[in-house]
Structure formats: structure tokens, C-alpha cells
């Protein structure tokens, strides 16, 4: 969601007169899109904004000052906070007014001084800023903002507000304006996608965003994220039907634990989810199923953890997203009994890691000495000779490239390998006919 928020934010600013660069050395105006989902992030925020005094800014610049904004879930929480902190700061905006940049930009230049606004929710879904996006070949599409979950150690839902639904006609004008442009690859995007609709139609209608912009006619369709209390049959199923639904699914469990699933508020148990993974893999054997994970949730036990860890095991991941519990003021974790030591936990994660990595290998082993349609993305940045792609279920896919073959003609094009090689991360072969 971020990356598409950069995106329009890029959009916005070139709109504006605005180009971009490549270095922060170089740029007149700085606008960091942040995150406060775990306080890694958080820290960095604030390290980064600081060290900006020290860079100066370029020669003829027709600035005083280079201007610097803090956009998405820190501007939204912090607020006022951010300027008095970091008086160096110009602009503060939040996640529910992405499309006042320009005219805090404006009054800035206008005027200097410190710009800030941030507001409680928005109206409507913010549908028609520009975008200015990253591949000419894939988009992502928003089709909710914001979530009604609150899974008990999760700041979203307090920076990005209640979950509001885009119109089906929306989506599909979108989605078509896509595909006629040539974008091959669709990423739906939402806090909960499983859950679209509900705000707007009196129930869930995520099965028939999937049909519609499956008619579009694009040649990829991906979605994140999808919580597992809301998966329904009918959506499994659709990985049987539509052509253009990739045989990947990313299905965070948090936790194998059902008394740490419980504490967290995820609503389903372990059982839920192994049986969705039953029917997913009913549906498509082939399927790729990937993850997410908390370690060391507050009063996690080891019994707890190998809950967690024979969960992995059993289902068999291509990719796991592991992560540290981190606690963030304002959620009902965060006041938790918390006493398991740092070390036990980075022990957890440690043996967790390790697990995934063969996982995903084993995974991965599938695919050898098939042939598979990978869509291009561009060379690959340690040799220009080798071609950077992904494959269905989003591996990354190498192959050298074909003589007399540009990479430029290749790249956003969907083409045959033969896969002779599979590692932990990524795929090797032979571009078919070449
Ligand atoms: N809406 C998505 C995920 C949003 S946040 C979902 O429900 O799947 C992405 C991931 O960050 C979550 O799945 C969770 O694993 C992790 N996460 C969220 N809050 C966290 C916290 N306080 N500490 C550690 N990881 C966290
Ligand atoms: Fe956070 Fe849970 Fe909402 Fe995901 S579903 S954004 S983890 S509250």
C-alpha cells in the first residue's frame, strides 16, 4: 500500500512540474512515506529525517531550502509532534490526505514555515489522483483502504482508519484502463481483501472483483492481503477457474498457537487455517502458499512457539515474512504481560528462519525442469546479461539472455523458461526456443 501511495504521491508531483532523481543529494523536495507497523521502522523515520540537515543542496537549485514532507501512517499518528521533533520538517500530511500535498507544497514555497494536516478519516475513496507507476507492465489497484480487525498488537487500523470499499464499476474501470494500456500484471490491494464490499453492499463481494477484472482480460491477477476468517469457498475456488488468478496466495497465520491466535484477536484457529490450506490445495495442488508470522507475541511459551513451528512444517511454505513482535503504544498488547527474555525470543526466530529456508527450497523444487511463463521485469543488477523475471507463483526467475535479444524488448513480456536450477530464492533456466 505504500508503494502505490508513492506512486500517486510521484504522480501528484509531476503533475506539479515536478521530475524525480536518483539520489536525495540531488532533490530539491523529499517527501518520506512511512510506516509504523513495527518500531524498526519507526526509529529510522526519525534517524533519517534528522540527517537531512547535513546534506546540502544542489547548485542552481531556485530553492532556499530543500523542502522535506513526511507522508502515510507516521504523519497520521504523530502529527504536530513530527515539527516539534524535527523543526527542520516543512510538511506533515496523514494516510487519509495524500491529495493535499500540492497545496501544502504550494503554501510552503508561498510562505515557509511548517505546513501540517492531518485528518480523522476521509469521505471517499481516493480514486482519481495521478499515478505515476514504477513498471509500465504492473499496477496495483486498491480495492479497500483501511481495516476493521484490530488484531490486538496491530497500529493499522488506527492509521488507516475504518475499511472503506471502492465501487465494483471503479475497479473495473481501473483494471480495463490497465489492460489497454498493456499492463500485464494486476496486484489488488486491501488491508483485508476477503472482506470487500461489506461496507458497501451488505456483504462480502470480493469473489466478483476477482471474476471482474479477471473479464478485463489482463494476463496476471494477484491480491494481498487475505485473512484467513474471511477466506470463503467461493474465492478458493476461482483459483481453479480464472485464467488469470496466479496459483500464489499469501494467507498470514500469525501464529499455530490457538491460545496466541485467540490473544491476538485473529479469530480463526489453527484448524480453520489447515483446513483452507486442505481446500486451497484441493482446488490446486500446485498452489504456492506464503506467510506471515509473529515471534514472541507477548506471554508466547515454547509450547506456543512449536505450535508455530509444526505449522510451517506442515504446511509447507514457498515464502514466510518472519517477524519479531514489536509493541506499539495504543494497541491492547501493548499493555500485555510481556516477560519472555530477548534472547529466547531471537532463539525462536532463529530456529524459525532456519525452517523456512528449507521450506522454501523444497518448495521451490517443483518447478525444476518444467517449463514455466515468467513475466520480465529487466535485467539483473549484478550481470545486464541475465534476465530478472517471475514466475507464477512470484519466484524469482533467471535466465541468460538470448543472443541478438535486447533486454529492453523483453522486459514487461511474458515468455517460456525451462527451469534447470532451483535454489532457496530464486529459480534458473533457459529461455525456450533460444
Ligand atoms: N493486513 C495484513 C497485514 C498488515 S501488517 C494482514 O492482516 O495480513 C503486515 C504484517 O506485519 C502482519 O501480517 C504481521 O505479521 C506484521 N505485524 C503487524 N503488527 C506487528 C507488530 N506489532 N509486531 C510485529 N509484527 C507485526
Ligand atoms: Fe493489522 Fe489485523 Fe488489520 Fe492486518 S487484519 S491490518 S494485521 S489489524
Not at 193 to 219: K, Q
Not at 360 to 377: C, G, P, R, S
Request: glycine content about 6%; proline content about 5%; some cysteine.
Amino acid at each position: 500500500m505504500n508503494k502505490h501511495d508513492s506512486e500517486r504521491i510521484a504522480g501528484m508531483l509531476e503533475a506539479l512540474g515536478a521530475y524525480s532523481v536518483e539520489t536525495i543529494e540531488d532533490a530539491d523536495i523529499v517527501v518520506f512515506m512511512t510506516c509504523c507497523v513495527r518500531e524498526a521502522a519507526d526509529t529510522r523515520l526519525y534517524g533519517q529525517v534528522a540527517s537531512m540537515k547535513n546534506i546540502p543542496l544542489r547548485d542552481n537549485t531556485p530553492l532556499k531550502k530543500r523542502i522535506i514532507a513526511v507522508g502515510g501512517c507516521i504523519g497520521q499518528r504523530d502529527g504536530d509532534k513530527l515539527v516539534e521533533e524535527l523543526p527542520h520538517l516543512d510538511i506533515v500530511f496523514g494516510t487519509h490526505n495524500l491529495a493535499s500535498l500540492p497545496q501544502l507544497l504550494t503554501e510552503t514555497l508561498e510562505q515557509g514555515g511548517h505546513h501540517v494536516e492531518v485528518k480523522d478519516s476521509s469521505q471517499s475513496f481516493p480514486t482519481d489522483l495521478p499515478t505515476n507507476r514504477e513498471h509500465d507492465w504492473a499496477a496495483w489497484l486498491p480495492i479497500t483502504i483501511g481495516c476493521n480487525n484490530f488484531c490486538t498488537y496491530c497500529i493499522v487500523p488506527y492509521v488507516r482508519g475504518r475499511e472503506k470499499s471502492r465501487t465494483l464499476e471503479d475497479i473495473a474501470e481501473e483494471a480495463q484502463r490497465y489492460v489497454d494500456a498493456g499492463v500485464k500484471e494486476i496486484t489488488l490491494l486491501g488491508q483485508n481483501v476477503n472482506s470487500y464490499g461489506r461496507d458497501l453492499y451488505g456483504e462480502p463481494r470480493f469473489a466478483d472483483v476477482l471474476r471482474t477484472v479477471n473479464d478485463t482480460g489482463i494476463a496476471r491477477l494477484r491480491f494481498a492481503t487475505s485473512h484467513p476468517k474471511d477466506l470463503t469457498d467461493e474465492v478458493i475456488s476461482l483459483f481453479g477457474e480464472l485464467s488469470s488468478l496466479m496459483p500464489a496466495l499469501h494467507l498470514p497465520v500469525q501464529s499455530g498457537s490457538n491460545r496466541i491466535l485467540d490473544a491476538m484477536n485473529r479469530r480463526y484457529t489453527k484448524e480453520h487455517y489447515l483446513e483452507l490450506v486442505r481446500k486451497l490445495r484441493e482446488v490446486n495442488p500446485d498452489i504456492a502458499l506464503s506467510t506471515d508470522i509473529i515471534v514472541g507475541f507477548p506471554g508466547e511459551t515454547e509450547e506456543d512457539f512449536m505450535e508455530t513451528y509444526n505449522l510451517v512444517k506442515e504446511v509447507g511454505y514457498t515464502q514466510v515474512f518472519t517477524f519479531i513482535y514489536s509493541k506499539r503504544e495504543g494497541t491492547p498488547a501493548a499493555t500485555m504481560e510481556d516477560d519472555t527474555p530477548r534472547e529466547v525470543i531471537q532463539e525462536r526466530f532463529d530456529r524459525l528462519v532456519e525452517l523456512v529456508q528449507e521450506q522454501a527450497y523444497q518448495a521451490n523444487q517443483a518447478d525444476l525442469n518444467k517449463t514455466i511463463d515468467v513475466l520480465v521485469e529487466g535485467a539483473s543488477k549484478r550481470d545486464e546479461k541475465l534476465i530478472c523475471a517471475k514466475s507464477p507463483k512470484n519466484v524469482t526467475v533467471h535466465a541468460p539472455l538470448p543472443e541478438g535479444v535486447s533486454i529492453d524488448e523483453l522486459v514487461g513480456t511474458i515468455i517460456p523458461v525451462h527451469v534447470d536450477e532451483a535454489k532457496t530464492w530464486y529459480l534458473s533456466g533457459q529461455v525456450v526456443g533460444s
